[in-house]
């Protein structure tokens, strides 16, 4: 891995600048500048010390690729600070300015069949496009050079959810990206074939130059599962074997658990909540941008099971673009149509696996009861009770049983 700095951590506006940082998101610029004096007197009332600022304000900071405006962004800190607010200040590009997608649609992302996927989400670019990164770069470059001697600028914010709405991405740049990692990761072309069993299909290549990402090949048409693995898990082959517990307990200076956030919702709700009790097999599933699962028997967790990308059908190939709350939004289904979604999904996992009982959070468990009594399976399932809790909840349980 490439050389890191220690981690540090922010210091806080107080006399020796240590202390719990306390505070969320902070977006000013979407409200009225008269209202900033009385949003900082109640963050004070409510003891805020730290606030996140301009995650998605791009283009607020730019609102024409020749134009910069910072007086906004002065202002707030300046007021923050000097309530004794400390800011964790982002790179801003979470949301992209139309400006930049209409004068270079070629950084939006590519879906499977081919078509642009529109702006106006979070994350609406692509994230191999060498124009974004030039665009990016420069925002960033300006935020450090104004920012970076700040006493108030405590923190950078380097992202926000990353893999919202560009998660996937079939473009020419993506291709290309995936035939380099595909090279580091494998080495030569026959090590690839072998891993991805091409002989099957006439999919065997001759170079790496003949490698293609799994775009769609018609409705009956299965992608080569070990093509699709290595583009799903597009890891940079510097973190392949890194064993991150110990490079984050090192750089923290304090030992650190790691555990996957569906886990740790599941655990939560096995040890505190919907499914405190319950004997067998529960699987928890939180139900939002995708799907996620933990699968826990007899209240031992067996990890990172990922069981919202299982395959339902020859053409729905991956669950969780086919029945997440995400996926219901952007559809605009009904809550029982949805349902009839949902009820493929949870009836393939419970033909698979047969559990004792299903859990469902996420923020859409808040109105369980206009889906899930709809949903036709045999297990019983029940809404999460710790719902937005149960993420952190869980993790330090989880950390406290490996500190024992």
């Known amino acids: ?39 900082i007197r109640l963050m004070r009332q409510a003891g805020v010390n ?12 730019q609102p024409t690729e020749d134009r910069w405006d910072f007086g906004w962004l002065d202002r707030i800190i300046d007021k923050l600070g000097n309530a004794g607010i400390v800011v964790d200040l982002a790179s801003a590009t979470a949301t992209a300015p139309l400006w930049l997608y209409e004068s270079h649609p070629e950084v939006l992302p590519r879906d499977k069949y081919g078509h642009p996927v529109n702006a106006g989400s979070r994350q609406s670019w ?24 700040n006493p108030y600028v405590t923190a950078w914010h380097m992202g926000n959810e ?3 709405n560009n998660r996937e991405d079939y473009s020419d740049n993506a291709l290309e990206a995936f035939r380099a990692w595909c090279r580091r990761k494998y080495g030569t072309i026959d090590a690839l074939n072998q891993a991805w069993g091409t002989t099957f299909w006439g999919q065997e290549m001759n170079g790496f130059d003949e490698v293609l990402i799994p775009r769609f090949m ?12 290595d583009f799903m898990a597009n890891l940079d082959q510097s973190w392949i074997g890194v064993d991150v517990t110990e490079v984050f307990s090192e750089a923290c200076g304090r030992p650190v658990v790691v555990v996957n956030d ?12 919907a499914a405190k009790g319950q004997d067998g097999l529960v699987i928890a599933t939180t139900l939002g941008t995708g799907i996620g699962t933990a699968l826990i028997y007899n209240g031992v967790l ?5 069981l919202g990308h299982i395959i339902l059908s020859a053409k729905h190939l991956d669950a969780e673009k086919y029945a997440s709350s995400a996926i219901r939004e952007n559809e605009e289904l009904s809550y029982k149509k949805w349902a009839k979604r949902l009820t493929k999904y949870y009836g393939l996992m419970e033909k698979y696996f047969n559990p004792d009982l299903f859990t469902v959070g996420g923020g859409v468990s808040r109105q369980s009861e206009k889906f899930l009594p709809y949903v036709d399976i045999k297990t019983p399932i029940v809404p999460a009770k710790l719902r937005n809790q149960a993420g952190i909840v869980g993790a330090a349980y989880y950390a406290s049983t490996k500190q024992q």
């Open 1 to 39: 891995m490439s050389a890191r700095r220690n981690f540090e951590w922010p210091e806080l506006l107080t006399a020796d600048g240590r202390g719990i940082a306390f505070g969320g998101d902070y977006n000013p610029d979407q409200w009225s500048e008269d209202i900033w004096d009385d949003d």
């Open 50 to 61: 730290t606030v996140a600022l301009a995650i998605f304000s791009w283009d607020r900071i």
């Open 126 to 149: 692509s994230p191999t496009s060498p124009v974004f990164k030039e665009y990016a770069l420069t925002l960033c470059r300006k935020l450090a050079e104004r920012y970076g001697t």
């Open 162 to 164: 990353y893999g919202w």
């Open 218 to 229: 018609g409705a009956d048409s299965m992608v080569n599962p070990g093509q699709k693995l």
């Open 262 to 273: 569906a886990d740790a919702a599941g655990l939560a709700e096995v040890q505190f909540g």
């Open 302 to 306: 067996i990890p990172n099971t990922e």
